[in-house]
C-alpha cells in the first residue's frame, strides 16, 4: 500500500444505501474528519474471511473499540451499495458498523490497496487491512500480505495494539 501512518486520508467518495435504500455518497476524508475512525478494508462483501473472520470480529469487539475512543467503524469493500447493506444485514452489524461500497475503487487506489484477483474470477479487488484514523490522518495501519490471511487486521490483534 502506499498510504502509510502520517498521511491524510484522500478524498475519495464512497457510497452506501440509506435508511430508505436510496444510494449516497460520502467522501471519507471528510467522513473521518473530527473522528477516530478505523477503517476496514475487505476484498469483498460474502466472502469467506471476510464473513467468517474479519467483520464479525469488529461487531463482536465494539464494546472494546469504544473502550478504546473508536467513535465510527467503516467497513469498505468493493462492491456496490446494495450488496454491503445486504452483507452488513446478514452479518447482524446492527448500528456499529458503516459499510461503504468502493465500485469503481476509486478509494482503493488511491490508497494503493489494489489487488488483481483475475486468476480466481474475482477480478480486481482490495488487499484486506485495518486502519486507525484521527480526524483524517492515518495514524496506523495493518495490512495482510494475502487476502485470506487475517491475522494483522483482525479485531482482536488490531484493538489490542492500540
Known sequence: ??????DKLPNSELFYLDEDNVPKKIDIFDF????KT???GM??????T???IH???YVKNYDLALKK?????ICVAVNDPNVMKAWGKNQNIGEKIFMAGDPFLKFTKAIGAEVDKS???LGVRSNRYTMLIENGEVKKIEEEKDTAACELSSAENFLKSI
Open 1 to 6: 500500500m502506499k498510504i502509510k501512518a502520517g
Open 32 to 35: 473521518c474528519k473530527n473522528n
Open 38 to 40: 478505523i477503517i476496514l
Open 43 to 48: 476484498p469483498g462483501a460474502f466472502t469467506k
Open 50 to 52: 471476510c464473513s467468517a
Open 55 to 57: 467483520l464479525p470480529g
Open 69 to 73: 475512543g473508536i467513535t465510527k467503524i
Open 119 to 121: 486468476a480466481k474470477g
